[in-house]
């Protein structure tokens, strides 16, 4: 190990390949506790620079934003399976395509989209028994399947369907699971990961073509107004974005990879975010009784005991504190990257172009700088006057900017109407006795299966 330059602040630059790929989260931890705001280590080929500071992390996501780009590793990385979708599409392309989805996450729309939600949490519930045991990761996935499907496809999504994604998500995820002899390795290796992972991909990508073959055989253009619902429709069309990317196609504007990047993007992403959300707060409330006796408070105040709807969800504060303590602690994106396409100074240093910035939600999120007792669940820390000097991007689950996640929105409310119609009905109380552990892909994930034993509420 060597620094470079020396002083308080200085850049330590580190053989780090190994050790991240061994644990992620420890890793990033160690090195933001050790040095300063900019920490420059190798990550197997890549040169990269991490920011810990919310400052030089807004000036990256936000007011110099146009500086920087998503970096290249991530489209040789992950490019064959999320293509140039909105996720990983640049300049022009992301520009356009944006522009495109706009109306599927306009808020009129999402508003109308609460009973769906509810609707199908409560035919989860169905299956629910007091006692039994379930592990709620793989509920609260299929869960937010359902639902993306529905929102943004326009589909329903049967039983067997739903299987075979969430058979086929272990395979991509393990694909992007820190390893530095798995990032050297071609993708035409014939390794077991790399058949099991474009199998994966195939049953996926059929699996969106099928629905794709499905919905044109239905009205996805200009349709009587009176026939959506307020806010659905715009000039009496549908505004699920299947809807609007079979309608560009239709005039030319979309391409046949344009539909599947964008489609395999929003299955995936659409989903996993707010799973591993919920799956976490289940997680911290049943370890805070406190906590979990003042949501159930709450939501017996302002419902009463029935369904909540999109009116009530302003009220339902603790509830909403609730979900931002959970993606503080444990956010399921917790780190992201970005590429100077110029030579750039943050934190007093000089960043090239071509390198590797990373942001990690997980360092940010749980430092002592930005937070009391950081590792302490506290979803009163979000209460206005609490918030009031915290530094902006000291809390950054969504990303930020221009590039901000453009479903920020639907996953809040889809949050807060399941936490809200689930923790009406139970208690889940996690059945381990030691805390789970964590890996690290495209997303943080349980390492293993978050069994929760449930109990009626009284």
Not at 195 to 223: A, H
């Amino acid at each position: 190990m060597s620094t470079t330059p020396p002083g308080p602040k200085g850049i330590p630059v580190f053989g780090a390949s190994r050790q991240y790929a061994r644990d992620p989260f420890r890793f990033l931890t160690g090195v933001a506790e050790s040095y300063g705001d900019v920490i420059h280590f190798d990550l197997g080929p890549l040169d990269t620079y991490m920011l810990t500071n919310p400052t030089d992390i807004e000036r990256v996501l936000v007011s110099e934003a146009s500086k920087f780009r998503k970096p290249q590793f991530q489209d040789q990385a992950i490019g064959d399976l999320l293509g140039d979708g909105l996720l990983m599409s640049e300049g022009a392309t992301w520009q356009k395509q944006r522009q495109l989805a706009q109306p599927a996450f306009d808020m009129r729309r999402i508003s109308t989209m609460a009973g769906m939600m509810t609707d199908r949490t409560e035919t989860m519930l169905d299956s629910w028994h007091d006692g039994d045991v379930v592990d709620v990761q793989l509920e609260m996935t299929r869960l937010t399947v359902e639902i993306i499907v529905d929102a943004m496809f326009g589909a329903d999504i049967d039983d067997e369907r739903i299987r075979l994604i969430q058979e086929n998500l272990e395979p991509l995820g393990t694909r992007f699971e820190p390893d530095p002899i798995r990032f050297l390795m071609p993708d035409w290796a014939p390794t077991r990961e790399n058949r099991e992972y474009k199998q994966s991909l195939s049953v996926l990508e059929d699996l969106i073509w099928d629905i794709v073959d499905e919905r044109r055989g239905t009205e996805y253009g200009p349709t009587p107004a009176s026939s959506v619902a307020e806010g659905e429709s715009v000039g009496g069309e549908p505004m699920d974005l299947l809807s609007i990317l079979l309608r560009a196609y239709d005039r030319g504007e979309q391409t046949d990879e344009n539909l599947r990047d964008e489609l395999m993007t929003m299955l995936l992403a659409g989903h996993d975010t707010t799973a591993l959300t919920l799956t976490y707060a289940w997680y911290l409330l049943s370890q805070h009784p406190e906590a979990e006796a003042k949501l159930h408070r709450e939501l017996d105040e302002v419902l009463g005991g029935r369904t909540p709807t999109y009116e009530d969800v302003r009220q339902l504060e603790y509830t909403e504190r609730v979900l931002n303590e959970s993606m503080r602690l444990y956010p399921p994106v917790y780190v992201m990257f970005r590429e100077p396409k110029v030579d750039v100074r943050l934190g007093g240093y000089r960043i090239p172009e071509g390198s590797a910035i990373m942001l990690p939600q997980w360092v940010v999120h749980r430092s002592e700088r930005w937070w009391e007792n950081p590792l302490e669940f506290d979803p009163d820390r979000w209460a206005p006057e609490r918030m009031r000097d915290r530094p902006r991007f000291a809390y950054f689950p969504f990303g930020g900017g221009p590039r901000h996640c453009i479903g920020k929105h639907l996953s809040l409310l889809e949050g807060r109407l399941i936490l809200g119609t689930v923790a009406q009905q139970y208690e889940l109380d996690y059945i381990r006795d030691r805390p789970f552990s964590l890996r690290g892909s495209l997303t943080m994930h349980p390492q293993e299966p978050m069994g929760m034993r449930l109990h009626a509420r009284k």
